[in-house]
């Protein structure tokens, strides 16, 4: 071990001047058995360092062929290793400048053991959580109503919640606020999606309901509700029915839904679009009003980010085209895009790409980044920077 005299003699040698220095000198040396492999480091921002200091945890999720993420209790951060070219040392008990009082009238000597080291860490970006892989696995086994008489229903594929919090690559809160996006409900402890057209047949037994006892949309009894239609459909899926097409409010200690008008007329034009390649526009904006609840009415500005018009086509036409259906992958997404139309005005792309925007990102950064813009007939239009096969 060094001693003080050693140390003074070292800093001659280095022209340093000891009263320019902290009077706690520490001298390090190699444990045994030390290796790089031993730890690893991980860079945390204030908000993360209050997290873990208040007892709460950090998880890292992600199946074998998945990057890994780093999961808060609401927010999701890429793993991404960071390379330095300066020695990283794990040294416990060694006291930082700060730390340090210099009370001490002369310098004096600290002997510490290094424990390990590194020559990387992780670095943390917030990232959009990974929520396409959710709907995959509820519609392994989607739920279709009560099973019927005689029948077993599947139990083969469903999913807890703690389930899902190992196969997700989303926080706790990221995860149930898409559960809810996607009108996923629980089952006897297990999160299922509904089937599609089952949710549809659930919608339309309450706007019929209302339509009959000539209720207004703004003011649906959830009591009597539920006791009308519990010969046809269990009580539980009529309330999730309105507590996905409606916002809950208490009155008088009753309880009613408002239903969404933009809501249940998208709901029913999905329903609409399901089985077409195309649907002429004119045609289908005639059959899309016939088909909703009187008193509702239908607009194309309902259907951003579930379908598509195509105007320079002759008829004008729609088609379905879910954002959720989408690659997760931003290059990935802008080239599927561009496969579908070579040209895209801002107002047409933007409900495409506006879920890929991170942290103080704009959709206009991202159409700088991915896209090049023109003008045509007067109308700013965006196209790939690159070939796209089609």
């Known amino acids: 071990m060094r001693t003080l005299e050693e140390v003074q003699a070292t800093l001659q040698i280095a022209k340093l001047k ?212 519990a010969p046809l459909e269990p009580k539980e899926m009529i309330e999730h029915c309105l507590n996905c097409y409606g916002k809950r409010f208490t009155e008088n200690d009753n309880i009613f839904y408002a239903l969404h008008e933009d809501k249940v007329c998208r709901g029913i034009a999905l329903l609409l679009l399901q089985n077409a390649i195309k649907f002429n526009l004119k045609e289908f904006q005639e059959v899309w009003q016939q088909s909703v609840p009187e008193g509702m009415s239908t607009r194309l500005d309902q259907l951003k980010s579930v379908a598509l018009v195509d105007r320079n086509f002759r008829p004008e036409t729609i088609s379905l085209l879910r954002v959720e259906d989408l690659s997760e992958d931003t290059l990935e997404r802008f080239n599927h895009l561009f496969t579908l139309r070579e040209k895209w005005t801002e107002d047409d792309i933007t409900p495409y790409i506006q879920d890929l925007c991170g942290e103080k990102q704009t959709t206009g950064a991202l159409l700088t980044k991915y896209a090049r813009s023109s003008m045509q007939n007067g109308i700013k239009v965006f196209n790939s920077r690159r070939p796209v096969a089609t």
């Open 18 to 229: 000891e009263e320019d220095l902290q009077k706690t000198i520490h001298c390090l040396s190699f444990g045994e058995n030390v290796s790089s492999a031993d730890y690893c480091l991980m860079e945390l921002d204030d908000t993360l360092c209050k997290h873990i200091e208040s007892g709460e945890s950090l998880v890292i999720r992600g199946d074998a062929d998945e990057r890994a993420v780093l999961c808060s209790g609401d927010k999701t951060y890429d793993l991404k290793i960071a390379d330095t070219s300066n020695m990283l040392l794990f040294v416990p008990g060694c006291r930082t400048p700060d730390q340090l009082t210099n009370s001490q009238e002369s310098s004096h000597v600290v002997h510490t053991q290094i424990w390990g080291f590194c020559n990387s860490y992780w670095e943390l970006r917030k990232h959009r959580p990974k929520l396409k892989k959710l709907k995959k696995l509820l519609m392994e086994n989607p739920y279709e109503g009560p099973a019927l008489g005689g029948q077993e229903e599947n139990t083969e594929n469903r999913y807890t919640m703690q389930d899902l919090l190992e196969r997700i690559q989303a926080s706790e809160e990221e995860l149930k606020t898409h559960l809810e996006t996607i009108h996923a409900c629980q089952i006897d402890g297990y999160w299922r999606m509904l089937d599609f057209d089952y949710e549809m047949k659930l919608l339309g037994h309450v706007t019929q309901l209302v339509d009959s006892e000539s209720w207004s949309f703004n003011k649906v009894p959830l009591q009597t509700s539920l006791e009308e239609l």
